[in-house]
């Protein structure tokens, strides 16, 4: 029971830190020289810098700030479910199964899924010349690894602290 509760909260770390740098990290979209995040748009200069400039595309301002939203709560939602399944692991009877924990991991999964998906169906459609970057693709990891443990939190059971 050790093991398998030391790989859950190494699953569950992992998930808050791609949950984090999906977040935080300037990659969702990625040119040879312009590196596009859900935060602002960063432009290579001839010194070789990086120059931060805002998102220019204002008609969808909407959409982004759902991005926006989406993403921090599914950290939030990610961090607050480490809490509640420490709280559990002391105060839930034996033999009960960790639903609370699972059901923050399910919200987690459902806003960084809701995030990328949104991300994926409103910007750079037209854009021929860029690629997904690195964030864009640890979402989508998250959005998985978020699902695996909310369900592995929902069928165990406590045995014993």
């Known amino acids: 029971m050790l093991e398998l509760l030391a790989a859950l909260l190494v699953l569950h770390l992992s998930c808050i830190a791609l949950l984090l740098a999906a977040t935080i990290n300037n990659a969702w979209w990625m040119t040879n020289k312009v590196s596009t995040d859900i935060w602002a748009r960063w ?31 599914a950290c939030i939602f990610c961090i607050l479910g480490l809490i509640v399944f420490v709280a559990q692991l002391y105060t839930l009877p034996k033999g009960r199964r960790f639903i609370f924990t699972a059901a923050f991991q399910l919200m987690a999964c459902v806003c960084i899924m809701i995030a990328a998906s949104i991300y994926t169906d409103i910007f750079h459609k037209d854009e021929a010349d860029g690629w997904y ?24 059971r406590k045995k014993t602290v």
């Open 133 to 156: 970057g690195v964030s864009f693709v640890l979402a989508w990891i998250s959005v998985c690894l978020t699902l695996v443990s909310s369900v592995i939190y929902c069928t165990m």
């Open 43 to 73: 432009t290579l200069q001839a010194d070789g810098g990086w120059n931060y400039t805002e998102i220019p595309n204002v008609s969808a301002k909407e959409y982004l700030q759902a991005v926006q939203a989406s993403s921090v709560l």
